[in-house]
Nanobody, 123 residues
Framework: QVQLVESGGGLVQPGGSLRLSCAAA???????????MGWYRQAPGKQRELVAT???????NYADSVKGRFTLSKDNAKNTLYLQMNSLKPEDTAVYYC??????????????WGQGTQVTVSS
């Protein structure tokens, strides 16, 4: 069973920084059957939106709202995804979710989500 466990969220002042971690269990993040891995977020009353993802072929995709402020990275030895968030704004307040899109046997597609970690940016 694949598990994604997020951590690192919390309360931070505007302009501050946080680093989110997504520890994966039951699957290696360094396999070619993973098409997409990264972070989404959902604020109250809003739909879940893409924040930053690695896609097949090694490309990186960032939401326009976080470009230049957030950095997506991966540590294969620790089997962990990270999201470094700098210059945080109140509008970054949301629950942040780790996501994996991967290929199962028979070439079926599957999405795994973490439980989420709350990020609150407020003075």
């Amino acid at each position: 069973q694949v598990q994604l466990v997020e951590s690192g969220g919390g309360l931070v002042q505007p302009g501050g920084s946080l680093r989110l971690s997504c520890a994966a269990a039951g699957i290696s993040l360094n396999i070619n059957t993973i098409n997409v891995m990264g972070w989404y977020r959902q604020a109250p009353g809003k739909q879940r939106e893409l924040v930053a993802t690695f896609t097949s072929g090694g490309n990186t995709n960032y939401a326009d709202s976080v470009k230049g402020r957030f950095t997506l990275s991966k540590d294969n030895a620790k089997n962990t995804l990270y999201l470094q968030m700098n210059s945080l704004k109140p509008e970054d307040t949301a629950v942040y979710y780790c996501r994996l899109d991967r290929v199962l046997s028979g070439r079926a597609l599957h999405v795994d989500w973490g439980q989420g970690t709350q990020v609150t940016v407020s003075s």
